[in-house]
């Protein structure tokens, strides 16, 4: 079983769409967890942590279910300029400051 | 601009030879990390330093890759031997370190092209 799974997609949405985005991972010791936006040939960039209590940025809104090892992220309102590769990110064991594992990303492509 | 940066952007070299590349992190922050990222995976870890200490390596690692950072700032990942398997964007990261939540932020990676 890989370490940090996402379903690749693309996902197709128009502006003004709702889209929610899953991800699955393995290793139940890993506490930090973050959602970070990759655009074509560019490096990440982090979008937003993700706490236990499940947090909001604007459009944004992150969430955690440590029990099933599950974090989402749904994105309300797209926008063209949301479209990009979502990578679900989780560090590795129970250290802060140690690698963090990546998913392969979900694809988001938002037309007008 | 005081983000991560990263010389060169580019890199096109023949198998067999040796390449080095440089990172400077965000300037307060203490923590770098390597990674490397092909076409359709995510990034894949490679290794980290905490001040100049190099702390932990990856399996992916092999022999042929050292990195130093000497004084604690800036970082240097040298692959010797170059293979095409090598061609890869390779991306540095810094972090400050903070216990709890440690956000990375990447500079723009170097994209190697071993022909």
């Known amino acids: 079983r890989k370490e940090v799974e996402q379903d690749p997609g693309p996902f197709n949405v128009p502006e003004g769409a709702t889209v929610a985005f899953n991800c699955t991972y393995s290793n139940s010791a890993s506490q930090s967890f973050f959602w970070y936006r990759q655009d074509c040939r560019k490096e990440p960039k982090l979008l937003m942590s993700?706490?236990?209590s499940g947090n909001e940025d604007g459009r944004f809104t992150a969430q955690l279910n440590r029990a099933s090892q599950y974090i989402s992220l749904l994105i309300r309102d797209s926008k063209l300029s949301d479209s990009a590769t979502y990578l679900c990110?989780?560090?590795?064991?129970?250290?802060?400051?140690?690698?963090?594992?990546f998913g392969k990303g979900t694809t988001l492509s938002v037309s007008s | 601009d005081t983000g991560v940066s990263q010389d060169p952007r580019h890199k096109i070299t023949k198998r067999g030879q040796n390449v080095t590349f440089r990172c400077d992190p965000i300037?307060?922050?203490?923590?770098l990390y390597w990674y490397r990222q092909t076409l359709g995976q995510g990034p894949e870890f490679l290794t980290y330093f905490q001040n100049e200490a190099q702390l932990e390596k990856s399996r992916l690692l092999s022999d042929r890759f050292s990195a130093e950072r000497p004084k604690g700032s800036f970082s240097t990942l040298e692959i010797q031997r170059t293979e095409q398997g090598d061609s890869a964007m390779y991306l540095c990261?810094?972090?400050?370190?903070?216990?709890?939540?440690?956000?990375?932020?990447f500079g723009p990676g170097t994209r190697l092209t071993v022909t």
């Open positions: 990261a810094s972090s400050f370190g903070l216990a709890g939540v440690d956000e990375q932020y």
């Open positions: 300037s307060e922050h203490n923590r």
């Open positions: 990110v989780v560090n590795r064991a129970h250290q802060a400051g140690t690698a963090l594992i």
């Open positions: 993700v706490y236990s």
